[in-house]
C-alpha cells in the first residue's frame, strides 16, 4: 500500500534552515510527481510547489522562491523540502502529497502524516 | 493567482440533513476542481477530484458538481463522521490554491 512517511516535528529559531523529508513506498516512486503544502495552525493549506522524482525538476509558488529548495533521493524513494530564513510566520504543519495520475497537477491522492515546524526565539 | 472562495466558513447541521458547500473561483477553470475532508490533526482526504469524480473508497452520499467558476461539495445524508472541515482546490494553473475551508459542525 501507498505510505508517505515524513520525519519527525522541528523547533527552529528565527534565520535558521529546516529540512523535512518525506519518504515514500508502495509504488514505482519516479512515476508520480510530489507536491509540499504547509499549514498555519488554525489556517487553511497553502501550496508551495512541486518535484518531478524522475528527473527532479521543480516549480515553487512565487511566495516561496529563494528560500525553499526542494530535492528527491531515487536510492531511498525520498523527497526534500528545505526553507531557509525561517521566520515566526513560517510555523506549520507541512505535507507532502502525491498526485493522483501521473501529469503533475492533477489532485492528491496520498498525504504524509505531517512535520510540525515551530519558529520561535 | 486564482482566488477560491468558500461559503459558507462554518455550517452547523444534523446527522441525516442534506449539506450543500459552495466554491467559486475568480476565473474559469473548467473542472479543474478538487474537494478534501480534513478532521483535527490529520493530513486532507480527497473525496472528489475533476469537479464530479468520486475518488476511490469515498462514500456515494458524497457528490460533486459545477464547472467553470462555480462548484458544490453535497453531502446527500450527514453521518457523524463527516463532521470535519471541507476545502476545494484548484488545478488549473499554477500556483495551486485552496479555498479557506468550511468547518462542518454538529448542531
Redesign the interface.
Known amino acids: 500500500q501507498v505510505q508517505l512517511v515524513q520525519s519527525g516535528a522541528e523547533v527552529k529559531k528565527p534565520g535558521a534552515s529546516v529540512k523535512v523529508s518525506c519518504k515514500a513506498s508502495g509504488y514505482t516512486f519516479t512515476n508520480y510527481y510530489m507536491h509540499w503544502v504547509r499549514q498555519a495552525p488554525g489556517q487553511g493549506l497553502e501550496w508551495m510547489g512541486i518535484i518531478n522524482p524522475s528527473g527532479g525538476s521543480t516549480s515553487y509558488a512565487q511566495k516561496f522562491q529563494g528560500r525553499v529548495t526542494m530535492t528527491r533521493d531515487t536510492s531511498t524513494s525520498t523527497i526534500y523540502m528545505e526553507l531557509s530564513s525561517l521566520r515566526s510566520e513560517d510555523t506549520a504543519v507541512y505535507y507532502c502529497a502525491r498526485v493522483r495520475d501521473r501529469s503533475a497537477y492533477t489532485p492528491f491522492d496520498y498525504w504524509g502524516q505531517g512535520t510540525l515546524v515551530s519558529v520561535s526565539s | 493567482d486564482i482566488q477560491m472562495t468558500q461559503s459558507p466558513s462554518s455550517l452547523s447541521a444534523s446527522v441525516g440533513d442534506r449539506v450543500t458547500i459552495a466554491c467559486r473561483a475568480s476565473q474559469s477553470i473548467s473542472r479543474?476542481l478538487?474537494w478534501?475532508q480534513q478532521k483535527p490533526g490529520k493530513?486532507?482526504?480527497?473525496l472528489i477530484?475533476?469537479a464530479s469524480s468520486l475518488?476511490s473508497g469515498v462514500p456515494s452520499r458524497f457528490s460533486g458538481s459545477g464547472s467553470g467558476t462555480d462548484f458544490t461539495l453535497t453531502i446527500s445524508s450527514l453521518q457523524p463522521e463527516d463532521f470535519a472541515t471541507y476545502?476545494c482546490?484548484q488545478?488549473?494553473s499554477?500556483?495551486?490554491?485552496?479555498?479557506?475551508?468550511t468547518r462542518l459542525e454538529i448542531k
Request: no cysteine; net charge positive.
Open positions: 479543474y478538487n478534501y493530513a486532507p482526504k480527497l477530484y475533476a475518488q476545502y482546490q488545478s488549473s499554477t500556483p495551486i490554491t485552496f479555498g479557506q475551508g
